[in-house]
């Protein structure tokens, strides 16, 4: 059973960088096929895909997002992080770090989320 378990601070204030760790038990983030996603979902809003790291390590990013966002990998911890950078409030979110299945846009692994306020 895959298991993924966000961790970081709950508060960052105003033009400073958010960083999160996705650790992952139960599977390999270099298994052949599956993608590791940071997904958030702001207050009273929908989902919001951020970006995500291959198996392979290439990256990919939402393109309203690109330019503040880093997803980077540590292999021999079985885990991979977040960095987005410059935030403001409307950085606020739950944010989750989810698996992407065998099969484009499945995602079928997800963590509990954690909840990230920006505030001063």
């Known amino acids: 059973q895959v298991q993924l378990q966000e961790s970081g601070p709950g508060l960052v204030k105003p033009s400073q960088t958010l960083s999160l760790t996705c650790t992952v038990s139960?599977?390999?983030?270099?298994?052949?096929?599956?993608?590791w996603n940071w997904i958030r979902q702001p207050p009273g809003k929908g989902l919001e895909w951020i970006g995500n790291?291959?198996?392979?390590?290439?990256?990919n990013y939402s393109p309203s997002l690109k330019s503040r966002t880093s997803i980077c990998r540590d292999t021999y911890k079985n885990h991979f992080t977040l960095q987005l950078s410059s935030v403001t409030p409307e950085d606020t979110a739950v944010y989750y770090c989810v698996r992407e299945g065998s099969s484009p846009g499945l995602f079928d692994y997800w963590g509990q989320g954690t909840q990230v306020t920006v505030s001063s």
């Open positions: 139960g599977g390999s983030i270099t298994t052949t096929g599956y993608h």
């Open positions: 790291i291959r198996y392979s390590g290439n990256t």
